[in-house]
């Protein structure tokens, strides 16, 4: 189960994220209101980066690939483009 609390909170961060642009390139950007262990864990894996100061990460280019193998895989193809 831990697996899919991990997998669909990369979802939750992707689907709820914005553009953000920061001086230098656009970030996908996400407010961090998930549990400390998972987003810990995604940081890890490097899907999402952010200052544990921050109220928000941004996603990074893997884990926006990673997020969208996840919408086809737990919401199906045709929902959204």
């Given at each position: 189960?831990e697996k899919?609390?991990k997998?669909?909170?990369l979802?939750?961060?992707?689907?709820?994220?914005?553009?953000?642009?920061?001086p230098?390139?656009?970030?996908?950007?996400s407010?961090?209101?998930?549990r400390?262990?998972?987003?810990?864990?995604?940081?890890?894996e490097?899907f999402?980066?952010?200052?544990?100061r921050?109220k928000?990460?941004y996603?990074?280019?893997?884990?926006?690939?990673?997020a969208?193998?996840?919408?086809?895989?737990?919401?199906g193809?045709?929902?959204?483009?």
């Amino acid at each position: 189960m831990e697996k899919e609390v991990k997998d669909l909170t990369l979802l939750l961060l992707y689907l709820t994220s914005w553009k953000d642009e920061p001086p230098f390139e656009e970030m996908r950007r996400s407010w961090k209101g998930y549990r400390f262990e998972t987003l810990d864990e995604l940081t890890d894996e490097d899907f999402i980066r952010g200052s544990t100061r921050s109220k928000s990460v941004y996603l990074t280019e893997e884990g926006i690939k990673e997020a969208e193998k996840l919408m086809q895989k737990y919401l199906g193809k045709g929902h959204f483009s």
